[in-house]
């Protein structure tokens, strides 16, 4: 396929998105970039995937975001932290994987990863430029047990991330990863796409501890990974809620 330019690769999606039956009014055109950017600049597929987002965030969160008390058995568990900017302005959470076990109500769960997402994506505004607020994630598997590995709820997360969540992720850092979490690694890595696999570095060594401290900053990375911060979270976290961004 020839190379479309970025200006008609966008009136191209608003176009295909009206064949489509919906509507890009009211999403600014650095969102739409992130469509577009998300399927290699190809209007028509960056249309349906933004149907497909548009059609999915009326469900998921009919009031334009997922308030906490839709979410307390999960917030509950506190393995969520909420960090402060990285050195490039993304918002830094981690989730500590030994507080986590397979949720009995599913629902619940994938309602929280956005509730986790949207409050993560707007605590970096002011941080980075407006429209590229990214995310970086730790995933601490320190001290789990096979009670803790949930191979469908990381599943969920990171496809909620992919599908709904275009250009937003930066890295993934997992640190402290157990023999016993390396087959369930494996399944949840044939879900992913190669874009976010080349987002996810298995910390193993001080090299790679360096280089999470160095991504990140030590005034916003928590000690009990090299840095100087605090642990801060999630519900700690206060922010006032806006209408629904664009993932």
């Known amino acids: 396929m020839a190379e479309v330019a970025p200006e008609s690769a966008m009136e191209q999606m608003k176009a295909a998105v009206e064949k489509l039956g919906s509507s890009t ?3 600014t055109e650095g969102d739409l970039t992130r469509f577009l950017v998300a399927r290699s600049m190809d209007p028509k597929k960056a249309a349906r995937m933004f149907v497909q987002w548009k059609t999915w965030r009326a469900e998921i969160a009919p ?3 997922i308030p906490e008390d839709e979410v307390l058995d999960e917030l509950g568990s506190q393995k969520i932290f909420l960090q402060g900017p990285s050195r490039s302005g993304f918002a830094v959470f981690i989730i500590l994987a030994r507080k986590h ?3 009995k109500d599913f629902l ?3 309602r929280f990863v956005v509730h986790i997402l949207d409050k993560t994506l707007m605590s970096c ?3 980075a430029e407006k429209g590229k607020e990214k995310i970086v994630a730790i995933l601490d598997l320190q001290k789990i047990s096979l009670a803790n590995i949930d191979v469908r709820s990381l599943i969920a997360g990171f496809q909620t991330l992919q599908d709904y969540y275009p250009e937003r992720l930066a ?3 997992i640190v402290s990863m157990p023999l016993i979490f390396v087959g369930a690694w494996k399944i949840v890595s044939a879900f992913l796409s190669k874009t976010t696999l080349d987002k996810v570095q298995i910390v193993k060594s001080e090299e790679g501890r360096a280089a999470m401290l160095k991504e990140i900053g030590e005034e916003t990375l928590p000690v009990e990974y090299g840095g100087s911060a605090k642990l801060v979270p ?3 976290v206060k ?3 806006l209408p629904a961004t664009t993932g």
């Open 25 to 27: 009014e009211g999403e």
């Open 63 to 65: 009031l334009g975001y």
């Open 101 to 103: 076990f397979a949720p």
């Open 108 to 110: 619940q769960l994938k």
């Open 125 to 127: 505004e002011g941080h």
């Open 171 to 173: 890295k993934v850092f």
């Open 234 to 236: 999630l519900q700690d």
């Open 239 to 241: 922010l006032n809620y």
